[in-house]
């Protein structure tokens, strides 16, 4: 590319730029124009989920809904309040759609297509996927209405939190590959990691989809209680960049996890047939996200308090017990650092999963013996209360 | 720049007083209206809500921004128009409430129903009862978090709401029943479609108990929530589900029978802990006794005739005006003038979806009502909502108000 815009007579400098400019152009775009896509499969699986049609007249299937969406959204009135603090209102919507946008930089969507491969891009997704949540606290903030604050407050309890038990699970890909790049990660999947540490991708999951703010987790913007959070005073195409943020934020959760244990791009011919790579990367992000969607149309929401007990209390200590015992096994075995195929992966990967048996066995134990105790303490006090009441019920008859 | 500081609220702290704690008019609590728009008030309900972090420090329901007066609009309807006002109250509750009317008037000009008529009554009201519990249990799920569960019941919902278009030609606003009986006689394919129902509806109940009852996330967000105790229930005035879920065994169809309820096996759901969860299992448990009605209801359906035959107050089929004189007289005077009732004032109660339903009817003798009043649950028990709010989190809030089942067409008439 380079090597093109010099030959049509520009300096090198420039043509660097012009490149890079392109590159950045490419991948951004793709972001947008998939969330088009991607809203259309979520709103479609919702529907199913919830025995509806979902979208189906604006095009085929319903496909070009989002475009019609869209449309609309941008032509509406702008609407700021008068008593809004003008600068973090109006960053908000943009530092939201900008830091998933970010993320996407160094997603090798290929053997050979990605935007940047950062030699430390897995501390990278980490740093800028934060970004997402000072948007939240500045639109909450900036708004100067209760309910996007009471958003805010939520927000930073929940947010911040999630992001301790999701940075410990991220460390253990890291550690298998002994590489932070994330194209490296991909790479090193000779056995998708699924299958070697299923409880960290658990963790994962369940912390990133906390982290994202959505079902079971959307406390932040939980309609029947602060009826829409956050983006409450937002309309317009404000309101859209939130909604395409939020919309990138939870799929790129599930590129993520494709990328980080289900192999991304690798799948048969991969390597030789490059745009292959791509179909199997967004295959396995549909197929990850698709759980997702499932499991927020079937359980109700969190409590804020819940939420961060089960974070403090279980998630957290999980995580790191998890990190340890799999630091611990991969340190023990031999030549781990040697694993160049299927063959060299499957000895290392039978023990890790053995070992993930047994932890997820332990929990399943220990979270019973924490509901009988739970249950006997509910009782315990149900009891005290109950009496006065069959009293009552007799004097009633 | 427009600062957050101009945006102080300018309002007489005068007026919050007694509202809100001292600890709101020094800034240390927040006060949040929630409502009268907002998606989880079920309605136009106003709460006004101080706030200390997330916790609810008081709760003041605000009601009246569905004020309709429809009472007062009875004054001006013969009796038997104001049937029709009597479905837009408790529109989930239609029947019911057309029912709670015509039992009032009933009682009043002492008129027979035939046996048809009541046990077609009975079965309707309770169709009526399962059509406003799932509305109560998709809304209540959706308030949770669980939004599914809403599409689900509005689903099974459609079917009952079938079944009062056949019988009335109106899916909610049926207006099917009359002083004296029932506008017509059900049509044939009542009974099959009754059926069907019968038949496709308990799988369904436990679909929607697979989804939430053993639901850890639904059981922590419901169990030891929104605690009513027996004593506070029956002071507080309480009916229902509301007052069963604390544990006292009071259900109007058991307790005072009307229309024929004595004929009919059920039992009365009983909660022992008065919580959001409690209330919950009762509602369940409910549409799957009334379930049992509707069945019992259609095997005993006896035949004869679904309308008094008390010309005084009842209009004559139209074969009969044909050929009788008598018939002509009648029809014409209870259609331009309405029956005139005794002088008097009777109250009867009914077990509606939500609690006790009560109709009271003050009559002059006059073809109008002097005075017509409801005693609505909706209203009473928006009277207990600060008492069980108090202490728990917002998030809790939407599930209490949830719990006592309010509908504020009810609630303001």
Known sequence: MTGFLQDIGLSYELAVLVAKALGVAVV?????????????????????????????RVGPFGLLQSIADAVKIILKEDIMNRHVDRWPYNLAPILSTLSVMLIWAVIPFTAAWVGADLNVGVLYLVAVGSLGTVAVIMAGWSSNNKYALISAFRAVAQLISYEVPMVISLLVPVMLAGSLSVQAIVKSQHIAYLFAVPMTVLIFLISGQAENGRGPFDLLEAESEIVAGFHIEYSGMKFGMFYVGEFLH?????VLTALLFLGGWQGPLAEKIIPLGFVYLLLKSVFVYFVLIWVRMTLPRVRID?????????????????????????KLMPDTDQINSFADALGPTLVLFLANVVMFAGVAWWLREWARRDREHIEARRAVVAEPAEATAAAGD | MTGIRDSAWEGDLEQLKGLVSERALTGETMVLNMGPQHPSTHGVLRLILELDGETIVNCTPDVGYLHTGIEKTFESKRYEQAVVLTDRMDYLNPLG??????????????????????????????????????????????????????????????????????????????????????????????????????????????????????????RDRTQGIGYLSADDAVRLGCTGPTLRGSGVNWDIRKAIPYSSYDHFEFDVPLGQHGDVYDRYLIRIEEMRQSLRIVRQALDNLPSGPVRSNNRKYVPPPRSEIGHSMEALIHHFKLWTEGFRPPEGEVYVRVESPRGELGCFLASDGS???????????????????????????????????????????????
């Not at chain 2, 809403?150 to 689903?155: A, G, I, K, N, S």
């Not at chain 2, 909706?378 to 108000?401: N, Y």
């Open chain 1, 250 to 254: 939870a799929f790129t959760l599930s």
């Open chain 2, 97 to 218: 409430n057309n029912l709670a009317y015509c039992l009032a008037v009933e009682k009043l000009t002492e008129l027979d129903v035939p046996p048809r008529a009541q046990y077609l009554r009975v079965l309707l009201a309770e169709l009526t009862r399962i059509n406003s519990h799932l509305v109560w249990l998709g809304t209540h799920a959706l308030d949770i978090g669980a939004m599914s569960v809403f599409l689900y019941c509005f689903r099974e919902r459609e079917k009952v709401l079938d079944i009062f278009e056949m019988v009335a030609g109106q899916r909610m606003m049926a207006t099917y029943f009359r002083p004296g009986g029932l506008w017509r006689d059900v049509p044939e394919e009542f009974e099959p479609a009754v059926r069907d129902f019968l038949d496709y509806f308990p799988a369904k109940i436990d679909d929607y108990e697979k989804l939430l009852t053993e639901n850890p996330l639904w």
């Open chain 1, 306 to 330: 819940h939420l961060l007990n089960f974070n403090w209390k279980f998630l957290v200590p999980l995580s790191l017990i998890n990190l340890l015992v799999v630091a611990f096994l991969w």
């Open chain 2, 367 to 413: 073809p109008r009502p002097w005075r017509v009043h409801f005693r609505t649950p909706s209203f009473i028990h928006l009277s207990a909502l600060p008492h069980m709010a108090k202490g728990h989190m917002i998030a809790d809030l939407v599930g209490i108000v949830g719990s006592i089942d309010i509908v504020l067409g009810d609630c303001d008439r």
């Open chain 1, 28 to 56: 951004g775009a793709f972001g947008l124009l998939w969330t088009l896509l991607g809203i259309w499969i979520e709103r479609k699986v919702a529907a199913r989920f919830q025995d509806r049609v979902g979208p189906n």
